[in-house]
C-alpha cells in the first residue's frame, strides 16, 4: 500500500514538473565544423524553431579533441546559460528531453531522421535514406542518446530553412509536419544557414556565459592581466587555415568574411592579407590601436594585448615590439578556446580574423553589449604613403 502511494506521489510529482510542448519539438545534430560553425548554426535553428514555434532542443556542442577517433559530446548548459534564451524562445537541453520527455513522446519505432534529399552513406550508398548516423561526428552524436532511427523523411525541395524571405515558409513547415503527428522533427543537420543569416545576427544577445566561464574571464583579467585597459586580438594562424586561405582568389566570400565584407560585398573585396594577415600588419594595427586608444582615454591607457591563436600566439614578437610601448602581451595558460573567447569579449577593443567564425561569435557578443571591434586589414590601408628618406609605406607607418 505504502509503495504504491510512493509510486504515485512520484509519477504525479513528475507529470506537474515537466510540461509537453503541443506545438512540437526541434533537435538537430551540429555536425559542420568546430565551435564558430556550430555557434552559427545554433543562432540560425534558434530563429527557425521560433518561426515554426517549436521547442529548440538544444543539442550538446560536438567537440574533437587529440587523440580520440570519434567526437565528442559537451552539453549545451556547460558553456552557455539556459535560462536568458527563454527571453526569446522556449528550449530544453537534449539531456533533459531525452531522459525525461523522449521515452514517450518520442519512442524508438517513431525516430525519424530529417533531411533534404538523401545522404551518401560512408560505403557510397545512399539506403534511399537520411543515413543521420554515417561518419564521424553524425553516429558518436546521435550514439550519446543511444537514438536509433527508424526510419527518414525527405522535406525537399519544396522546403527549406529561410523564415526570413517571403511569410509562406514557416506556415508550409506546420502545415506539412503537424506537430500532433509529427511532435519532434530531428534533422540529420542544423535547420540553419552558415554563415549565419543577416536577420539571426541579433539572437547572440540571448547568448550568456555559464557562471563557470564568466567568472574564470573575471579572474584572469583581474589577478593576470596588468592594471588598465586591454586589447584582445584572435590570430588565425593554423596549418588548416593556411591551406583554407588558398581558396580566397576564386572566391568572393569566405566563410564568416560578410562580417565585414558585407553579404553582397558592399563592403569590400575578400584579400589574402584580410585571410592570413602578416606580422608587419597585426604590429602596425596594434600600435595604431593603442595610440588611439591613449589619445581618446588618457587616464586608462591600454596596458596589456590578450592573445587568441589556434597556433602561433607571436607573443615573443609582439613583447619586443610593444615593449616601448610599456604594453606586455599574455595568453591564457590553458589553452582553453572558450575561455578565451570570454576574455575576449570583455576587452576593451577587439581585433579579429574577418573570415574566421570564431571571431565572428566574439564581434556578435561585443554588438550585443556595444563594444568596438575591428578586423585585421579591414579597411585596407591605402598604398602610397610617404615616409622620411623617401619611397613609400602603409598608412601609418610611422607607428
Same mark, same amino acid.
Given at each position: 500500500m505504502?509503495?504504491l502511494v ?9 507529470? !506537474?514538473s *515537466? ?9 538537430y545534430?551540429?555536425?559542420?565544423g ?6 552559427? !548554426?545554433?543562432?540560425?535553428? @534558434? ?10 532542443v ?6 574533437y579533441?587529440? +587523440? =580520440? ?7 549545451f548548459?556547460?558553456?552557455f ?23 514517450s513522446l518520442?519512442?524508438p519505432?517513431?525516430?525519424?531522421s &530529417? ?9 557510397? %550508398?545512399? +539506403? ?7 561518419g564521424?561526428?553524425f553516429?558518436?552524436f ?8 527508424a526510419?527518414?523523411? @525527405? ?5 527549406? /530553412?529561410?523564415?526570413?524571405? +517571403? ?7 506546420s ?10 522533427l530531428? @534533422?540529420?543537420g542544423?535547420?540553419?544557414?552558415f554563415?549565419?543569416q543577416? #536577420? ?5 544577445? /540571448? ?8 567568472t574564470?574571464?573575471?579572474? &584572469? *583579467? ?32 569566405? @566563410? ?5 565584407l ?10 589574402? =592579407?584580410?585571410?592570413m ?15 588611439? !586608444?591613449? #589619445? ?9 594585448? &590578450?592573445?587568441?591563436?589556434d ?5 615573443? =614578437?609582439?613583447?619586443?615590439a ?9 595568453r591564457h ?15 576593451? !577593443?577587439?581585433?579579429?580574423?574577418? *573570415?574566421? %567564425?570564431?571571431?565572428a &561569435?566574439?564581434?556578435r ?8 571591434? %575591428? ?15 623617401? +619611397?613609400? %609605406?602603409?598608412?601609418?607607418? =610611422?607607428?
Amino acid at each position: 500500500m505504502y509503495r504504491l502511494v510512493g509510486l504515485l506521489l512520484a509519477f504525479f510529482t513528475f507529470a !506537474h514538473s *515537466i510540461t509537453v510542448d503541443e506545438h512540437g519539438y526541434i533537435m538537430y545534430c551540429p555536425c559542420m565544423g568546430r565551435f564558430g560553425n556550430q555557434a552559427d !548554426h545554433f543562432l540560425g535553428s @534558434f530563429g527557425f524553431a521560433k518561426a515554426l514555434n517549436r521547442t529548440l532542443v538544444l543539442p550538446p556542442w560536438v567537440e574533437y579533441r587529440k +587523440g =580520440e577517433v570519434r567526437s565528442i559530446q559537451v552539453p549545451f548548459d556547460t558553456y552557455f546559460q539556459v535560462g536568458p534564451l527563454q527571453a526569446f524562445h522556449r528550449v530544453i537541453t537534449m539531456e533533459n528531453f531525452m531522459k525525461t520527455l523522449a521515452p514517450s513522446l518520442w519512442p524508438p519505432a517513431e525516430r525519424i531522421s &530529417f533531411c533534404y534529399t538523401e545522404r551518401m552513406g560512408l560505403d557510397g %550508398s545512399t +539506403g534511399h535514406g537520411c543515413n543521420a548516423k554515417s561518419g564521424n561526428p553524425f553516429g558518436p552524436f546521435w550514439d550519446t542518446f543511444e537514438v536509433e532511427f527508424a526510419g527518414s523523411e @525527405f522535406f525537399g525541395p519544396k522546403l527549406n /530553412y529561410d523564415i526570413h524571405h +517571403g511569410d509562406s515558409m514557416a506556415r508550409r513547415w506546420s502545415e506539412r509536419y503537424p506537430a500532433a503527428k509529427w511532435p519532434v522533427l530531428a @534533422f540529420t543537420g542544423a535547420p540553419a544557414a552558415f554563415p549565419v543569416q543577416q #536577420e539571426n545576427l541579433l539572437l547572440h544577445r /540571448y547568448l550568456r556565459w555559464s557562471v563557470k566561464y564568466e567568472t574564470g574571464a573575471k579572474q &584572469f *583579467i583581474r589577478d593576470t592581466l596588468p592594471r588598465g585597459a586591454f586589447i584582445g586580438v584572435h590570430l588565425r594562424n593554423g596549418i588548416d587555415w593556411v591551406r583554407a586561405c588558398e581558396h580566397v582568389k576564386e572566391s568572393s566570400n569566405l @566563410f564568416s568574411s560578410p562580417q565585414c565584407l558585407g553579404y553582397r560585398n558592399e563592403h569590400g573585396q575578400l584579400t589574402a =592579407e584580410l585571410c592570413m594577415p602578416g606580422r608587419d600588419t597585426i604590429i602596425r594595427q596594434l600600435k595604431r590601436q593603442i595610440k588611439l !586608444h591613449r #589619445e581618446a582615454a588618457p587616464d586608462n591607457p591600454i596596458r596589456a594585448v &590578450f592573445v587568441a591563436s589556434d597556433s602561433n600566439h607571436m607573443l615573443g =614578437e609582439l613583447n619586443d615590439a610593444l615593449k616601448r610601448m610599456d604594453v606586455t602581451v599574455v595568453r591564457h595558460p590553458d589553452g582553453n578556446p572558450h575561455l578565451d573567447l570570454a576574455i575576449l569579449g570583455r576587452a576593451n !577593443h577587439f581585433i579579429g580574423n574577418c *573570415i574566421s %567564425s570564431y571571431s565572428a &561569435f566574439v564581434k556578435r557578443e561585443r554588438d550585443a553589449n556595444g563594444f568596438p571591434s %575591428s578586423f585585421w586589414a579591414f579597411p585596407p590601408e591605402k598604398p602610397g604613403a610617404k615616409v622620411k628618406g623617401g +619611397g613609400s %609605406s602603409p598608412q601609418h607607418e =610611422e607607428l
